[in-house]
Nanobody
């Protein structure tokens, strides 16, 4: 499985971006998919996850502002980010197929895309 993330960019606070992650592989529909981010100088952290059936979970920092969704026909997962804040500045990574129920840990995902940089200025 290969994951290709895109959609990062620079916005001012309060703006929006939509990240996309295109997946290869015929088992996409059964995979949970997630987004993580790594702020400058910090550890990679969980942002959001969507199960194969569409159930979603968000980090507290993302609740109410970010929406994760998936298109099982296009083999793509999205992260809609609204009301962006400077503290959302990070490299965002998509991940595929969590291997345990502890999907908030980066160590429990099998596949990773390359990162896409999001910069939010005040």
């Amino acid at each position: 499985v290969q994951l290709q993330a895109s959609g990062g960019g620079s916005v001012t606070a309060g703006g929006s971006l939509r990240l996309s992650c295109a997946a290869s592989g015929h088992s996409f529909r059964s995979y949970s998919m997630g987004w993580f981010r790594q702020p400058p100088g910090k550890e990679r952290e969980f942002v959001a996850r969507i199960s194969g059936s569409g159930a979603t979970t968000y980090a507290d920092s993302a609740k109410g502002r970010f929406t994760i969704s998936r298109d099982n026909v296009k083999y793509t997962v999205y992260l809609q980010m609204n009301n962006l804040k400077p503290e959302d500045t990070a490299v965002y990574y998509c991940a595929g197929q969590s291997t345990t129920s502890n999907f908030q840990s980066q160590y429990n995902w099998r596949y990773w895309g390359q990162g896409t940089l999001v910069t939010v200025s005040s």
